[in-house]
């Protein structure tokens, strides 16, 4: 993290949460906030272990470690 109101630490958890929103979320149905909790943990762990990302070159964050 950097300084109060830098743009750039904010834009990582922009990016997060806009691929939950649209990769997942708008796609599943969510019919309860229990759903929502236990759907939210599995994309975090999908997120994290196994999407890959370009900007890795097409790497998972988890095979960079």
Known sequence: MDYVGACWDNAVVERFFGSLKH??????????????????TTYMRYYNLERLHTADGDLSIASGV
Do not use: A, Y
Not at 24 to 38: A, D, F, M, S, Y
């Open 23 to 40: 990769d997942w979320l708008l796609k599943v149905p969510q019919p309860t906030r229990e759903h929502i909790r236990n759907d939210i």
